[in-house]
């Protein structure tokens, strides 16, 4: 497979997602950290009450932060990953994918690539995260290798041959590189 070949359509992914940024952009970070400061209370305060061990309470805000991410709410997202991970909690290879594709539309591409390895790491056949990574190594201004992205899209194939990635263009899903499955 030539690299301009599989590159090309992963730059007009990228193209087209960032039309859709605006949408997904809209919580200033100041907000986000002063709604999970509040909801961080009402955890702590529930931790203390039924004694919650901080694995717990770290899944709690992992939770949260999936949650966030589901709602297009990523600059939220980001930071109860965050409170999570400072936690201990750090075993959850889909925290990590989240938190990756979370960090994209925000230009925070070296951050999205050591959660996307991070992720790959502790699940090492999840082939969106390899999927997901190609994308950054073909889109990223600071990360481009058209060589990477071509081995992780092989990869991600190789994984799952017979799932929906493998037979069926991939779309843009609001945010500079937040991407989805067409259906």
């Known amino acids: ?17 960032r039309k859709d940024a605006e949408n997904y952009l ?40 999936y949650e966030n991410f ?9 930071l109860w990953f965050d409170e999570a991970e400072q936690l201990g909690y750090n075993d959850w290879y889909l925290m990590y994918y989240y938190r990756a594709r979370c960090l994209t539309p925000f230009d925070r591409d070296q951050e999205a690539l050591r959660d996307f390895d991070r992720a790959i790491d502790l699940q090492h056949d999840f082939g969106y995260a390899y999927l ?32 929906v990635y493998g037979h069926r263009p991939i779309q843009p899903h609001g945010g500079r590189r937040r991407w989805q499955q067409s259906g």
């Open 1 to 17: 497979i030539e690299h301009s070949s599989v590159l090309e359509p992963l730059r007009e992914l990228e193209r087209q997602g």
């Open 26 to 65: 809209e919580v200033s970070k100041t907000d986000a950290e002063a709604e999970v400061k509040e909801i961080k209370k009402e955890l702590q305060h529930e931790a203390e009450i039924d004694k919650k061990s901080q694995s717990q309470l770290g899944f709690d805000y992992a939770v949260k932060g």
């Open 70 to 78: 589901q709602r297009g709410r990523y600059q939220v997202a980001i």
């Open 132 to 163: 997901n990574r190609a994308i950054l190594y073909a889109t990223s201004k600071q990360l481009l290798d058209p060589s990477k992205a071509l081995e992780d899209l092989e990869k991600a194939i190789s994984l799952r041959p017979h799932d």
